[in-house]
């Protein structure tokens, strides 16, 4: 059987790139075109010819057709979704007041507990408590209130 | 063809493929093809666009195995059945009284328009 020289392989791959066919099936195709030339050509056909009726049947919206198969059929689906509800799960949302209020009784519990051992009285912190208090409580019936009053639709929509 | 012809022609394919992995060890497309034809005497051209699917169809489904190699200047992917694959062979051979008239069947399986007499 005659084979083909580096410039008609060449050739040929050429043609089957500018189809821009699925990348699991480019070197597939040359090869079975490249079979199938030089099947044609040891029946007595010079190249062009046998080039020319192959790519009749190879031609551009039969290879688009298998294209679009492979999309269909082998095309994983996108992960995206998945990491996305895999993450949400592993890492709720930040929820500000609770980590401020926590944050506020953490120090409050740090400055009571040195305050023995360093021979501080309690009501150094007084202040310090009472300020903090009143801040988390302020913020508290502010959440509160925010809560209980019907939110709009689309209030920070852009138009 | 409607949809459940071009299911059963796909797995009709696919037992044709897998048998004649199992009695010629690997194979190519091209080869694949051109023994597919012969063993209809010629009177079921392949179809391009049937045949390539159906073997990444069965690799996936982890049936084949391949290899690429170069050969006359480009890449030739070679096939084989795995273990399952050869189970399955194996178990399509009983089947075989029923195989011929199916491979008559076996005409333009998706999509329809392909790549006639490869």
Not at chain 1, 80 to 93: D, G, I, L
């Amino acid at each position: 059987m005659n084979k083909l020289s580096h410039p008609q392989l060449d050739h040929i791959a050429q043609h089957i790139r500018s189809t821009r066919p699925d990348p699991a099936l480019y070197d597939e195709l040359v090869d079975h075109v490249a079979s199938l030339i030089e099947q044609r050509m040891a029946g007595g056909q010079a190249f062009p010819a046998a080039f020319d009726g192959v790519m009749q049947q190879a031609n551009a919206q039969t290879l688009d057709q298998l294209k679009q198969l492979y999309r269909r059929e082998f095309t994983a689906l996108p992960a995206t979704p998945v990491v996305r509800r895999v993450r949400s799960r592993r890492r709720p949302a930040p929820r500000p007041l609770w980590y401020t209020l926590l944050a506020f009784l953490t120090v409050m519990g740090c400055l009571v507990a040195v305050s023995q051992p360093l021979a501080m009285p309690v009501a150094v912190f007084r202040t310090v408590g009472a300020v903090g208090g009143a801040g988390v409580m302020s913020l508290l019936l502010v959440r509160w209130w925010l809560a209980r009053r019907p939110r709009k639709r689309g209030r920070f929509v852009l138009a | 063809m409607n949809a459940a012809n071009q299911a059963f022609a796909g797995r009709t394919l696919k037992t044709m493929v897998l048998r004649l992995l199992a009695q010629q060890g690997r194979m190519y497309g091209y080869e694949i093809t051109q023994a597919v034809e012969e063993q209809a005497g010629g009177a079921m051209p392949l179809l391009f666009g049937a045949l390539y699917p159906v073997l990444h169809k069965l690799e996936e489904e982890g049936l084949l195995t391949t290899q690429s190699q170069e050969v006359d200047g480009r890449r030739r992917k070679y096939y084989w059945l795995t273990r399952s694959g050869a189970e399955t062979a194996g178990g399509s051979g009983a089947q075989s009284g029923r195989f011929a008239d199916r491979v008559r069947l076996l005409i333009r399986p998706v999509p329809d328009g392909l790549f006639t007499g490869l």
